[in-house]
């Protein structure tokens, strides 16, 4: 418990500092008044992830899922935009954590599955923005192969849990929308978030 609520003080000081990094580009900029929630949204997932997680050296990566997932989720879901600061951030926090659990954990062979994930994941995306390039976007790619990450280093079920579920999820918000009436059959919907999910929710119950 006591490193559950370590990780949701790290994960919600995490988003909160970085919030601002998506105003950066005038096209992502979120809300002031959302700075706050979001940061205490990635302290809720990350704290409940971390009390579900099996092993101490996974944990650190539950929260670091939970913090940028939160804050990309929320971007991508208002300007259909990943920005590359944040996501540039992801993968170099990510990366060392990655290193730092296979060394704890002596699975070294997962770290091979790690870099297998992302590479496969990334190709999977990669093929369909070269397939539908305005239905799919280069940071959707990009954040597949952080994703893949989690979800190789996780295992095989994990991973195949990042794809399917991104899919699914990314196909339900799809059809809200248009059930909503905020879209059309040519509308473009941000699969983000429902990517986010997905990875979250393999790593957590699958790792």
């Known amino acids: 418990m006591v490193l559950a609520l370590l990780m949701a003080i790290v994960a919600a000081a995490t988003t909160y500092a970085l919030t601002p990094l998506a105003a950066r580009n005038p096209r992502s900029v979120l809300p002031p008044a959302w700075r706050l929630p979001l940061a205490l949204c990635a302290a809720l997932l990350a704290g409940a992830g971390s009390v579900v997680t099996e092993q101490w050296w996974n944990v650190p990566l539950v929260g670091t899922l ?4 939160v804050l990309l989720g929320a971007v991508d879901g208002r300007s259909k935009l990943l920005p590359n600061v944040i996501l540039v951030r992801f993968a170099a926090v990510t990366l060392p954590l990655v290193l730092l659990a296979g060394a704890a954990s002596g699975h070294w062979i997962g770290l091979l599955g790690a870099v297998a994930g992302g590479a496969a994941l990334f190709a999977v995306y990669f093929l369909l923005a070269l397939l539908s390039p305005a239905g799919m976007g280069m940071g959707d790619v990009k954040l597949a192969a952080i994703l893949g ?3 190789g280093w996780a295992g095989a079920e994990a991973w195949m849990g990042t794809l399917l579920g991104g899919f699914l999820l990314g196909g339900l918000a799809g059809v809200g929308v248009l059930l909503l009436r905020r879209g ?3 509308s473009t919907f941000p699969f983000g978030p429902g990517m986010l999910l997905a990875a979250f929710a393999s790593f957590v119950l699958l790792a």
């Open 149 to 151: 990450v989690f979800g």
């Open 66 to 69: 939970a913090a940028f997932g």
């Open 184 to 186: 059309s059959r040519g």
